[in-house]
């Protein structure tokens, strides 16, 4: 049987929802190794939308989550509350503001962050199993809350937010773009992608890493 990953999506877009990049890049790298993917946004009003021109908010606008994210994922996308963790192997949350914005609110708390509980419960269930979890840019800032202190990521090098994993718990590993982190006690695996790649081909290099040592640890 074809190994299964979950993608977790938070909207559509680098400022206001997941990294445009770093998303497509893990399905294509999925795909290449012949993995099986879904994915799955929140059914929620996003915190706010972003003009990706002027980085500016775009007052009055509102956008859902989950439809914003059915643009990354072709239209093929399921409610996160449908996730159930026994019918993937592993999961994976790329980056962008969104996963600071939408599934949590770190970018407004910083270490008094919270994650929606739809995130939490989806999670639980890889955890709890030991089934592998990947998270890339901003997102490893939420592993304390989703999967407890003492737990091994990166998110490059940037002391704000390395500071704040550690005020929560976790364990911040210095790591250059194109390379991992991996707590093979936890099973979770990270790189920095567009916290620090300038180029495609350097956030490319990360992340196709990352989604060959899943690969390797679904086994």
Excluded: W
């Excluded at 790329?94 to 919270?114: E, I, Q, R, W, Y």
């Excluded at 210095?174 to 093979?184: F, G, K, L, R, T």
């Amino acid at each position: 049987m074809t190994k299964q990953v979950a993608v977790i999506l938070a909207g559509c877009g680098v400022f206001d929802g997941s990294e445009i990049y770093e998303t497509t890049l893990t399905l294509l790298r999925l795909d290449q190794l012949g993995i099986g993917y879904r994915c799955f946004a929140p059914d929620m009003e996003q915190r706010h939308v972003i003009n990706h021109m002027t980085q500016e908010v775009a007052e009055g606008q509102r956008r859902n989550v989950l439809e914003e994210s059915a643009r990354l994922a072709r239209g093929d996308i399921s409610p996160l509350g449908e996730l159930d963790a026994d019918d993937f192997d592993a999961v994976i949350v790329p980056g962008g503001f969104g996963v600071a914005k939408n599934l949590s609110d770190f970018a407004t708390a910083g270490d008094g962050m919270a994650v929606i509980e739809p995130l939490k419960e989806a999670l639980a269930g890889f955890r709890d199993d030991a089934k592998p979890i990947g998270l890339m840019c901003i997102s490893p800032v939420m592993a304390p809350r989703l999967l407890g202190e003492g737990i091994a990521v990166t998110v490059g090098h940037d002391p704000g937010v390395s500071g704040a994993i550690s005020a929560m718990g976790g364990l911040h590993r210095s790591c250059a773009v194109e390379d991992i982190v991996v707590d093979y006690e936890n099973r979770v695996v990270s790189t920095p992608a567009y916290m620090l790649a300038t180029r495609i081909s350097e956030a490319a290099t990360g992340i196709f890493k990352l989604v060959d040592r899943i690969d390797e640890m679904m086994g």
